[in-house]
């Protein structure tokens, strides 16, 4: 490779790293309802995304049930969500239990697959998520 096309190279891997090194988390006040993208429209009737910071790393799952693990995880940070389920119970590792799991697209590649929602920063034990509808 020529040091032009070296160069080239170097400058598409910043392009496409630097939004995420810029990207700044957000704290449980600025979660909120923000206009779907083209994703999230072609669900059908899940239009809006749901915004919400995840406060640790969670394993996400193809049902609201623990059985179903996908070898994925949803990375902590901001995500958006979908809609909400109820399913099995499940632990945050550290007292936590909710029955509660969102929708969302994992950030190891894997869409439409269920997280719990003991991950969400604004999730109270056995409760729904405020704001988040239900699928």
């Known amino acids: 490779m020529t040091r032009a096309g070296t160069l080239r190279a170097a400058a598409a891997a910043v392009a496409l790293a ?3 090194t810029l990207a700044t988390p957000a ?3 600025q979660d909120a309802r923000e206009p ?7 669900r059908g009737a899940l239009s809006v995304r749901h915004y919400y910071t995840t406060w640790r790393d969670a394993r996400s799952y193809w049902s609201a049930d623990t059985r179903y ?7 902590a940070g901001r995500h958006y969500f979908f809609c909400q389920t109820e399913g ?11 029955t509660w799991w969102v929708l969302t697209d994992d950030d ?3 869409r439409d697959v269920f997280v719990s929602a003991t991950a ?8 729904p998520v405020e704001g988040l509808p239900r699928c």
């Open 18 to 20: 630097l939004p995420l």
């Open 27 to 29: 704290t449980a006040a």
């Open 36 to 42: 779907a993208g083209t994703a999230a429209a072609e």
């Open 69 to 75: 693990a996908t070898s994925g995880w949803l990375w």
């Open 88 to 98: 099995t119970a499940h632990s945050d590792g550290e007292g936590a239990f909710s």
């Open 108 to 110: 190891t590649g894997n």
């Open 120 to 127: 969400l920063r604004v999730a109270e034990p056995w409760k």
